[in-house]
């Protein structure tokens, strides 16, 4: 099963609301990520938070990690029209073979309407 | 201009040819990886080199194969074995490190259709 599993996979709000995605992860982590797809698009990359990080955040986006509960939460505050997107939580494992490769979630697909 | 390109944006094959996707950047980073997307679903890694002249496979390189002979390119070829190949296939770099991983910078991405 994946490694990273956001949560919930769709989310509809109003413009001006804010917007909170979860992401659950099975291993012990280096760091996670955050990432944002326009449609037909590639990643952009949001936030990175590390293992001994507790909350970052990155204009009006807020990032926390929780590594006892294996599991990150993205809030995006104040959301936009143009903040419509699919958001992907990407993990860095400890193993020591994984070396600098990312394991991606399925995603949320976050509507914003006007 | 820095950043990575990704060539053609649509490919259209038929069936039981190979094809090659390029992927080239100019960030001089170390690593790079190749992941396949599909319809409503997350990336999934197909190959990826952290220095030049290495790579290692994913968790789908069946019916895949990578070369890395410069730094700046990193060619993916479909081949015929590849039993499901239509998909979305998007390119990334970052600048590496054999421990730990930073962002990664991904191209547009490659629609390949196989017919």
């Known amino acids: 099963s994946q490694q990273g599993e956001e949560d919930p996979q769709a989310l509809s709000i109003q413009e001006g609301e804010n917007a909170t995605m979860n992401c659950s992860y099975k291993t012990s982590i280096n760091n996670l990520q955050w990432y944002r797809q326009n449609s037909g698009r590639g990643l952009v990359h949001l936030i990175l938070?590390?293992?001994?990080?507790r909350e970052k955040h990155s204009g009006r986006l807020r990032v926390t990690l929780d590594t006892s509960k294996k599991s990150s939460s993205l809030l995006i505050t104040a959301s936009r029209a143009a903040d419509t997107a699919s958001y992907f939580c990407?993990?860095?494992?400890?193993?020591?073979?994984?070396?600098?490769?990312?394991?991606f979630g399925e995603g949320t697909q976050l509507t914003v309407n006007p | 201009d820095g950043g990575i390109t990704q060539s053609p944006k649509y490919l259209f094959r038929k069936e039981g040819q190979n094809v090659t996707l390029s992927c080239e950047q100019n960030?001089?980073?170390?690593?790079m990886y190749w992941y396949r997307q599909d319809p409503g679903q997350g990336l999934r890694l197909i190959y990826y080199s952290q220095i030049v002249n290495d790579f290692q496979k994913g968790d789908i390189a069946e019916g895949y194969s990578v070369s890395r002979e410069k730094k700046e390119s990193f060619p993916l070829t479909v081949t015929s074995a590849q039993k499901n190949p239509t998909a979305f296939y998007l390119c990334?770099?970052?600048?590496?490190?054999?421990?730990?991983?930073?962002?990664?910078?991904f191209g547009p991405g490659t629609r390949l259709t196989v017919t």
């Open positions: 938070i590390r293992s001994n990080e």
């Open positions: 960030l001089n980073h170390d690593a």
């Open positions: 990334a770099s970052s600048i590496g490190g054999w421990v730990t991983t930073y962002e990664q910078y």
């Open positions: 990407a993990t860095n494992t400890e193993e020591e073979t994984s070396g600098s490769r990312l394991t």
